[in-house]
C-alpha cells in the first residue's frame, strides 16, 4: 500500500534526526498527536517555549551551525510573528555575509478553524530575496522537496496543509487541445477533479497543470498544458490580492499572451462561522471563475 504524505514526512524526519544528526524544533511537537503523526519519536527533538518572536533564531543558529535544523510552525498565521528572523536574517545571510542558513520550515495549514489558525500565506516567502517557497501535497512531491533542500543551502518555506496528510496518490498533468487550463496550488489541488466534471457537463474541456514549486517557479508543464488551451486560471488557498496566484497568473500572461485570471481567498478576514468563512476556491467557484473568463474571451 502506497505511502500518506504524512507517514511520507515522518520517515524523512526520522532518518534526518537518527542518520544525519539533524533538529527539529516546535511547540507542543510531542503531544496533541505529534503533528498529525507527521513526527517521530525519536532523538534530536526539541520543543520551544511558547515565544514564537525568538525561537526562529535559535533555528537560524542551528542551521548556521551546520545541523540543516526543521521547524514546525503549527498553524501558518503563527508566521508573522516567526518571520522577523526569518525574513531579517536567514534570507539575507548568504548574499549578505556569505554564510548561507539552510533552514526547513514546515509551515502547516488548516480549513475553517478560525481567525488565526487557517491562513495559507505562502506568498509573503515568494515576495522575499532568499527563500526556496513550496507547496508540496503528494508523497513524491514532499520527497523532491526535502533532496532540493539537502542539496542546497536557501532557507525552505514548505506550505503544508492539514488536509493532504492522508492522501497517497500522486497528480497528473494534462496537455490536449482544451477550452482552459486550471492551474491549481496548495489544497485547492484537490478540488481539480470535481471542477473538470462540471466542465465536462458544460462542453468545457480542461487542461490540468499543477504548481508545486513557487520560488523558484517551475512552470514547463504550466506552458505546455497553456500553450494548448485558449486561456488558464490559476487558483490558490492563499489570499488573491498582491498573491502567489496573481502574481504566477501575470508572469505566464506576459510571456505567453493567453489570458489567465487568477482565484484566491476574499479579501476579507477569516472567522469559524459558516457566515465569516473563507475557505479556499471549491470545484464550483473554480468553476464559474472559468465560465467568467470563456464568455470574456468570447465577447
Known sequence: MAKTVAETIKEIIRKHLEKNNGLLFGQAITAVGWVNNTV????NIIEFPMADVSNMGIACGAAISGRRPIIIIRF??????????LI????????????PTPIFVRALAQKNAGCVHSAVLHSIFMHMPGFRVCSPMTPKEYKEVWNDFMNNDDPMYVSEHRSSFNNSREFRNSYKKADVTLIPI?????NVDKTIEILAKE????????????????????LKALSNSKCGVVVDADFEISGASQSIAYSLMYETGAPVKALGLYDRSVGVT??????????????????QLLRKIKK
Open 186 to 190: 496548495s489544497i485547492t489541488r484537490f
Open 88 to 99: 531579517n536574517y536567514a534570507a539575507k545571510s548568504k548574499d549578505i555575509f556569505g554564510t
Open 40 to 43: 517521530p519519536n525519536c532523538k
Open 274 to 291: 459558516p457566515e465569516t468563512e473563507n475557505p479556499a476556491p471549491d470545484a464550483h467557484s473554480i468553476a464559474e471563475k472559468v465560465r
Open 76 to 85: 501558518q498565521d503563527f508566521m508573522w510573528l516567526n518571520s522577523s528572523t
Open 203 to 222: 462542453n468545457i474541456t480542461c487542461n490540468v497543470a499543477h504548481v508545486v514549486w513557487l520560488k523558484p517557479f517551475k512552470k514547463d508543464n504550466i
